[in-house]
């Protein structure tokens, strides 16, 4: 029963705590101390009993810091205190650490007579913790710069880009007026809109992945009809994508939603492309609406028969910049997928995928209907 006792019991949990115990006389002097922790910056504990721990730190030689003094001040006022920090320089050449971080707590003692007799505490080592909190703040602060340096490059892309881009496209659209619709060079100038196009779509994508990220971007909500839409997004890829039959199912003639226009033509152009992109060998792209759950919600699926993604890959679809196996040798920014999904979040739904390689793939994107 003897193992038992209060007092070995005491100094059990001090051994294999995570800091120590510790107590000082009326001029802040050491009386006790116990448990390994403390021990990291000193031979041996004898060495402090009977010092304070400015007095400990003077014998080593060290410089006191100014913390440490304002402790012993709050001391001096008999002041309890409850997770103070202060750094200490370490003694031991072998150290791995030449500054350790200590975080304390204490509180004054009163005899029977409230005779103020000294403090007894605890403390513990957190320098771990400190320089795991240091390199957190370097990665953030890293990646801080970074995104600024995205939206810096994003910005020129935009302001560099776009103007020539018009002057093309509608350079192409007059010459395109003035020749007939069986000509070669028609057909060329409607190439040369629809790269225009694809390069324009890029452009968006990243300005609007940029103000996603910066909090920039809310939906501007209205009465939308979902099909109509969809039909204005598929005429404008067939004009892009000639060689491609873009057919739409829909179980109802209305599919009301209530969303942002311009937001919801990214989602569904967003699927369009990719199902265009990879298609493989296949021309046949397909777009479903149907009504689920007793009409409160609108499910669009955009299925094609194309080169598919492994089924490792598909829980990584939508996040930012990632790309499957299968998009090699594909032009692409991988920034489509997760516009489609930040989108689609911001409008009360989600978004899914399925998948089978070499067989093709099934996007789906499920909005609440209008009330």
């Not at 107590?23 to 448990?35: K, L, N, V, W, Y």
């Not at 892309?157 to 010459?175: C, G, K, M, Y």
């Not at 094609?304 to 490792?312: H, M, Q, S």
Request: glycine share 8%.
């Amino acid at each position: 029963m003897n193992d038992f006792s209060g007092e070995r019991r005491f100094e059990d949990f001090a051994e294999i705590g995570f800091g120590w115990f510790w107590e000082t006389d009326a001029h802040h002097r050491f009386s006790f101390i116990t448990g390994n922790r403390f021990n990291s910056s000193f031979e041996l504990t004898s060495e402090v009993f009977g010092r304070s721990r400015i007095e400990i730190l003077e014998a080593y030689g060290h410089v006191v810091p100014d913390d440490l003094r304002t402790l012993e001040q709050l001391m001096d006022r008999r002041e309890v205190f409850h997770g103070f920090v202060y750094e200490r320089p370490t003694n031991k050449p072998y150290e791995r650490r030449e500054i350790q971080f200590c975080e304390l707590s204490g509180r004054p003692v009163f005899d029977a007579d409230g005779t103020f007799v000294g403090y007894r505490g605890t403390g513990r080592d957190i320098t771990a913790q400190r320089e795991r909190e240091a390199h957190l703040r370097k990665m953030v602060d890293a990646e801080v710069r970074r995104s600024e340096e995205m939206r810096r490059l994003i910005s020129m892309v935009n302001h560099e880009l776009r103007t020539p881009l018009a002057v093309i496209d509608s350079t192409a659209q007059r010459l395109g007026a003035r020749l007939g619709e069986d000509s070669d060079e028609h057909l060329r100038l409607d190439r040369i809109r629809a790269s225009v196009s694809r390069a324009v779509d890029v452009i968006d994508r990243m300005l609007s992945s940029a103000r996603l990220e910066d909090g920039r971007v809310t939906p501007e909500k209205e009465s939308l009809d979902l099909l109509s839409l969809v039909r204005d997004v598929t005429g404008l890829q067939k004009q892009i994508n000639p060689g491609f039959a873009f057919t739409t199912e829909a179980d109802r003639p209305d599919f009301m939603v209530q969303g942002d226009r311009h937001m919801l033509e990214m989602v569904v152009s967003n699927l369009l492309s990719n199902a265009v992109k990879y298609s493989g060998t296949s021309r046949d792209i397909c777009i479903q609406l149907r009504h689920a759950e007793g009409g409160r919600w609108i499910e669009l699926a955009v299925v094609d028969k194309g080169v598919g993604v492994p089924l490792e890959h598909l829980p990584m679809l939508f996040r930012r910049f990632f790309r499957a196996s299968t998009a090699r040798g594909i032009p692409g920014s991988g920034l489509g997928l997760s516009l489609v999904r930040e989108f689609v979040r911001m409008h009360g739904g989600s978004v899914s995928a399925t998948s089978t390689p070499g067989a093709g793939s099934i996007f789906r994107v499920r909005l609440p209907a209008r009330a």
